[in-house]
């Protein structure tokens, strides 16, 4: 009997250590499930309006998941998943959007469905499911543009009769984040008719067509992706002087910060951006960020292009584009453009290597309501397939190099004063060309929401000197609403014949915001002078989404 029982105790305690074992090794599985699922990760990269970390559904992060930016332990910013990869997330900013940098630690906050008590009905149940439900799919796409009609019309009053009409309609779509992701769709395009008394030139005859298509383009763009694209008629801020081209672009994004892309397909022409399969354009950049938008931020792009009509060369370049921005205190813009010249380029230009474009602008604010400004643009003309036949006397004249300093002050509260002086000078001329703006307003007039503004402006340059002083009153009202009344006038004077030349001209416009985001727009000016007398008259009706 001693025995038996010695033998069930022995098997009890086997059977003890068997389901301890098997308590411990549970919760050890929960609490590094928890372990995994709360992981602390890092910001990978902000854009302008998401911000990436580098963690997904391996660590299972989820769509809506909460997100903690955690600095000294304590959450000082709040985002929200709204696109989870498998190794990385998109987020929205949910709150403390300055206090957000690359590399802040981020603390995952895992949707939790908290039990209800079994006396709570089915019906209740099946409420708050539903309710969260449609809370969860709430989607992150988003849809801004407009539509608009537009009619003008210059009713010519001299007996020389040149009346001119012109119908447009203009058009400008921008999807984000189609389908929850990355996905971008961009369309802007503008129809135009021209209809004149009669015809000016066989380049500029009595009734023409002038269509032009800005942007039609499809793309993905995740930082934190292994690969980018982008089809269509494109265009890149990363290599803005590249220009437009019809076809693809691919981006490998090596690290959050290095990128390098592929580009090809054909060049629209150059004039009114048309389809045209005779020119091909091709190319490669390297781009490296740092920093973040609204903080310290530096971007770098070295690209290589080259455009092509068939086997014939119309242009190689090497354009290289900096930008820097320290905040809210002052930004930085340089670019420039060296050209490669071979076969008939070089015979045209006898350089290899020409210095085609140079320009460079700054801004510095010296308080939260002044600041000053500087530009150099020494942006030259260069051949291309189109311009080889040029007289090159002619091509050349046109080369010139110039710099405008800027300065801007609002000062107690509702009084502005700017003014900007710029000089520029022509190869083939010694004499520098000036102009000059300058102008002063005062807002919240009478505290009527008027504004009271007055512009000077002139130029002088080899040929010519002018002047154009104008005066506006403007009417603000709720809901949108505007009205405003111009005068100005325009004298110039030839140098080399002491002509004396005035024209002046009164505006009216008035803006109106007309329910379910529709708008309409009007404008009529009479100008009478020396030169021409008729009306002006413009109106729009648009929709904005």
């Known amino acids: 009997m001693r025995r038996i029982s010695h033998f069930f105790y022995k098997r ?3 059977s003890g250590q068997r389901l301890l074992f098997a308590v411990l090794f549970s919760m050890v599985f929960v609490i590094s499930g928890y372990t995994q699922t709360t992981k602390s990760v890092k910001v990978k990269y902000i854009s302008a309006d998401k911000v990436y970390i580098d963690a997904g559904k391996a660590v299972g992060v989820n769509v809506n998941d909460i997100l903690d930016i955690i600095k000294n332990g304590k959450s000082i910013a709040r985002l929200r998943v709204v696109y989870v990869a498998e190794h990385s997330a998109s987020c929205e900013i949910v709150s403390g959007k300055s206090a957000i940098t690359v590399g802040a630690s981020v603390k995952i906050n895992p949707i939790k469905i908290t039990p209800k008590t079994e006396k709570e009905t089915n019906g209740r149940r099946t409420r708050q499911e539903l ?3 449609k809370k969860s799919k709430k989607s ?14 210059f009713v010519d009053a001299q007996n020389v009769r040149n009346n ?4 447009t309609v203009r058009f400008k779509l921008k999807v984000k984040n189609m389908w929850d992701d990355a996905y971008n769709l961009k369309i802007k395009a503008r129809s135009r008719y021209n209809k004149r008394t009669r015809s000016i030139s066989s380049d500029v005859p009595a009734k023409e067509w002038r269509n032009r298509i800005y942007e039609v383009s499809f793309s993905y763009d995740n930082p934190s992706s292994f690969l980018n694209y982008k089809a269509g008629r494109i265009i890149s801020n990363k290599f803005s002087g590249v220009g437009y081209i019809d076809g693809l672009l ?4 090596v690290t959050n910060k290095f990128h390098w892309g592929l580009f090809g397909g054909t ?3 150059w004039q009114y951006s048309g389809v045209q399969t005779g020119f091909q354009k091709y190319g490669l950049y390297l781009n490296y960020v740092r920093g973040d938008y609204g903080q310290q931020r530096f971007e770098s792009t070295l690209a290589l292009a080259g455009a092509y009509h068939g086997s014939t060369v119309s242009r190689e370049f090497l354009y290289f584009q900096n930008s820097y921005n320290s905040g809210r205190k002052w930004n930085f813009y340089q670019s420039l453009e060296l050209d490669i010249n071979r076969d008939w380029r070089k015979d045209a230009t006898g350089e290899t290597i020409s210095l085609t474009g140079v320009y460079i602008n700054g801004r510095y604010n010296i308080t939260n309501k002044m600041y000053v400004g500087l530009n150099y643009d020494n942006r030259k003309n260069y051949f291309t397939y189109e311009t080889r036949n040029l007289v090159e006397g002619l091509f050349n004249d046109a080369l010139r190099q110039g710099m405008r300093v800027s300065f801007n002050w609002r000062f107690l509260k509702n009084y502005r004063v700017f003014t900007n002086i710029g000089a520029r000078k022509r190869d083939s001329n010694r004499d520098l060309t000036y102009s000059y703006t300058g102008g002063f307003s005062i807002a919240n007039l009478f505290k009527q929401r008027m504004t009271l503004a007055t512009r000077f402006s002139g130029f002088s340059n080899f040929y010519t000197e002018g002047m154009s002083p104008s005066i ?4 603000y009202f709720r809901g949108g609403h505007s009205l405003r009344l111009n005068y100005g006038n325009y004298f110039y004077n030839l140098k080399t014949g002491g002509n004396e030349r005035l024209n002046q001209w009164a505006r009216l416009d008035g803006q109106i915001e007309l329910p379910f985001r529709f708008y309409l727009s009007n404008n009529y000016e009479y100008t009478w002078g020396d030169d021409s ?3 002006r008259i413009f109106s729009e009706i648009g929709y904005r989404f």
Request: glycine content about 8%.
């Open 140 to 153: 992150s796409t988003r849809v801004s543009g407009y539509l608009g009609a537009q009619w003008y019309q």
């Open 267 to 269: 060049q629209p022409e």
């Open 472 to 475: 506006s009153v403007s009417k």
């Open 164 to 167: 001119f009409n012109q119908p």
């Open 131 to 133: 309710k969260k439900n």
């Open 12 to 14: 009890k305690i086997k």
């Open 250 to 253: 691919l981006q490998h994004n």
């Open 533 to 535: 007398k008729g009306h």
